[in-house]
């Protein structure tokens, strides 16, 4: 299909603006296929009008019908075939087999959402049948849920171009949960979000949902993005990127007449502990993290920018080697020139600052449009006083803070901000001997590993991917796994509501045998 740039409103296609933009190949500068119209003030106002009375309707669909959707869904994208791949490898820079499996990734979180409602009892039923006869007081009958919010405004992440955009986890988790979906197309994979948005639309026609029910806009995140998140329709924001664009809608949600939740997945420099116990095979582990350091350009968001660990020959040795490492390591293509460009300039700001040593930075000099894999060290003081330090470096770039003693690491601990991954390697024995440091670390992020490299996410129930701020702006959510789906609605009670119009999750025959609690027992029988 040719790609042509128009903006997906509800069910219709609109090109009413007069500004557009192109995108560009990184490395040939030839100009991409489609011409992106930037939605206007009034195609977004007739979006969101849509996305409301849409609303009304979509809320009221059964858990099955929404899982049908779903996998109308997941069945349309991948009848995009190749075209999808080739056009998000031309928009991404990322190659095929990165691509397909992202594209895996995201039909399968999007069943993992059709499943979870095959199953029903995420919605967290609970029922207190009434007591009359109770004294001094009577109880009435209370039945509670979990229901839709209402619209929510997602906002494409630019590092995964399919997984975490157009039917990303924060669309299917909100799809899922009831609630119409207006994104806001990212603008270096334009023709990318065109293509998933049409099979988005297709399967809305195929399941008969509501007109509105998904609507894609292209334009800036200061025009199109504000307008959206400050119209007072949307009930919460998805979004992943730099903190300063996700606190830019902090700010802009709770200043609203109505503040609203957003859901922002921000920086994070993944902090590594390094026991001495880790350090017995210096060149094994340099290799491994090297590996770590420099997979996807750096480009992960659980990518390991900060190394933890005592001083010994052994540290010493380790530096040396994770140096040299990254010295035959190659530069590749990122994913945007103001992606590298800006990589360049944190990273040199990074190792311009008083006490740094530079490690390694590879011995093949990289063209414009590539990242080239440095790595540093500095000691532990000189980290806890400058804050600059602790800044994401978003790119193949990891900085190793050496610490004298106990002391000094646990200063360090405590400086830390919050962060999505914290990572312990050592043995197990040795473990039990910083059981401090070790929960310390716990209380910094939403996911604490050991033994390995924090680079992947596995997509399934008991994955956190969240974490304290500013790694988060709510560490109670995940914007990975079936639990991503509790951003997106809202506990509501029933008090003595008649069968009729109960929802079929809380009625007494329990007619989709689903879990419930009932009277404070878990149960699947009727009552």
Partial sequence: MSIHGKNFIGNDLSSNGDKTSKLYDINSNEALDGEFFH???????????????AFIEYKQTSQAKRAEFLETIASEIMNLGDELIIRTMSESNLPRPRIEGERGRTIGQIKM?????????????????????????????????????????VFEASNFPLAFACAGGDTASALAAGCPVIVKAHSSHSGTSELIASAIIKAVKLCNMPDGTFSMLHGGGRTVGQQIVLDEVVKAVGFTGSTQAGMKLFELANNRKTPIPVFAEMGSINPCLFL??????????????AGSITLGVGQFCTNPGLILA??????????KDLGEAIKVSSPSTMLSSSIQEAFETNKNEAISQDGIELLGESNIENTKSEGRPTVASVDALKF???P???????????????????SELNEVISSLEGQLTVTVMGEESEMSSYKEQIFALENKCGRILFNGVPTGVEVCASMQHGGPFPAATDSRFTSVGTGAIKRFVRPVCYQDCPSSLLPDELKDENPLNILRIVNDKYSKSSI
Avoid at 41 to 47: D, I, P, R, S, T
Avoid at 310 to 319: G, T, V, Y
């Fill in 39 to 53: 939605a206007t003030q009034n195609e977004v106002e007739v979006a969101l009008a849509k996305a409301d009375k």
């Fill in 113 to 153: 959402f059709a499943n979870l409602l095959k199953e029903g009892s995420w919605i967290e039923a609970s029922i207190d049948e009434a007591l009359p006869e109770r004294t001094p007081l009577p109880r009435n009958d209370l039945r509670k849920m979990l229901r839709p919010l209402g619209v929510v405004s």
């Fill in 276 to 289: 001495p116990s880790s350090l017995s095979d210096t060149k094994k582990l340099a290799i491994t993290y």
């Fill in 310 to 319: 005592l001083k010994d020959n052994k540290l010493e040795e380790f530096k």
């Fill in 384 to 386: 806890i006083a400058n």
């Fill in 388 to 406: 600059k330090l602790q800044e994401e470096v978003f790119g193949p770039y990891s900085l190793i803070v050496e610490c004298n003693d106990i």
